[in-house]
């Protein structure tokens, strides 16, 4: 099978979304506004929604293979020659070198990986800070290799990527602070740990010792700051996600990761509660419909529990599949949100 068939087949196995206020049916990643949950119905096929009286909408055109296949080659061939490329690019050029408008690129980009193109870039060049800045070597030339042309915008947007100073990073975050407290929920221990800025960590377990361990292995060389009751408040957000998943989640995050993990961290928070997705429909949803292994490795890799929905992900079959937190915690949550 050929790579265009194969994205093709992965686009294809993605449900469809019916509106029952307006008799139209939609692809996942259609670009138009998603209507209120108890005026949808689900459809795992084309021919399932027209049975039941649906039209295809005008924009996404469901029913229409080819035209889905060209979106899912256009953004992973974005990504690629972003990852490839020149960061420095603008999105415009991009847009151009794909020969599409600007417009069209921008939505159909953001519907299949949840981030717009700017963003994406951004994330990349993050990453080849954070690979530039090691011990030998200097931090001019690490922002000349990742893109930027002056060292003040360098210095104002790696301060927000990095959560601390260039410098700071290099050293493994000698100068980074982190809240942390330890609670107690009906699935175990928690322990929850902020930077100045978000939660960088929430942890499950058993041992709230091993927690602790956990935590300082993550973050090897910061301050760490527990006992502060006002940092209790932030736990008991958290316990309460916990016991309550509808009630969702309003703390600023903190996401360290490559690009491609946070592309997926951000995807898996677009999953509602009482809602799941294969490992194969998450690849085709960030645009790497191949990498199914990529994004198993991804949720595996997710500091945040709860916070970043990979309880939500299980296999084609329906069936769980591992849970850095415990299996039996997977099942729970699920449970909790309405999927047995």
């Known amino acids: 099978m050929t790579e265009a068939a194969e ?3 992965e686009a294809t196995t993605l449900a469809f979304r019916g509106v029952l206020t307006t008799g139209v049916y939609c692809r996942v990643t259609c670009i138009s506004r998603p209507p209120r949950p108890e005026n949808m119905r689900w459809f795992g096929c084309v021919s399932d929604a027209q049975r039941a009286g649906f039209r295809p909408c005008l924009r ?4 229409d293979e080819e035209f889905a296949r060209r979106n899912a080659d256009l953004v992973a061939e974005a990504c690629r020659l972003i990852d490839a490329g020149d960061s420095s690019q603008t999105v415009a050029a991009l847009a151009h070198a794909l020969g599409v408008s ?8 953001r519907a299949h990986t949840g981030m717009t193109p700017r963003a994406y870039m951004l994330e990349r060049r993050a990453q080849l800070v954070r690979e530039g800045l090691k011990p030998g070597r200097t931090i001019t030339s690490t922002f000349y290799d990742a893109g930027y042309g002056s060292s003040g915008r360098f210095y104002a947007v790696c301060s927000r990527a990095l959560g601390m100073a260039p410098a700071d990073y290099r050293a493994g975050g000698r100068s980074e602070t982190l809240h942390f407290a330890v609670g107690q929920t009906s699935l175990g221990a928690i322990l929850v740990a902020s930077s100045a800025k978000g939660v960088a960590a929430i942890l499950l377990g058993d041992d709230p010792a091993a927690l602790l361990t ?3 292995d993550r973050f090897p060389n910061a301050n760490f ?3 502060d009751e006002r940092y209790e408040d932030t736990v008991a957000k958290v316990v309460g996600m916990v016991e309550r998943p509808e009630v969702g989640f309003d703390l600023p995050l903190d996401l360290r990761g490559t690009t491609f993990q946070r592309r997926v961290w951000l995807a898996l928070r677009d999953i509602s509660p009482g809602e799941i997705i294969s490992y194969e429909d998450l690849a085709a949803k960030v645009g790497r419909p191949k990498a199914g292994k990529a994004v198993a490795s991804a949720c595996a890799s997710n500091p945040l529990a709860i916070a970043i929905p990979c309880h939500r992900v299980v296999r084609k079959d329906g069936a769980s599949f591992r849970y850095t937190w415990g299996i039996e915690r997977k099942a729970e949550l699920l449970r909790r949100e309405g999927r047995q």
């Open 214 to 216: 956990d935590l300082q």
């Open 60 to 63: 996404c055109r469901p029913d």
């Open 7 to 9: 994205v093709l087949t």
């Open 225 to 227: 700051v527990g006992g």
């Open 102 to 109: 600007e417009g069209h690129f921008h939505r159909t980009f």
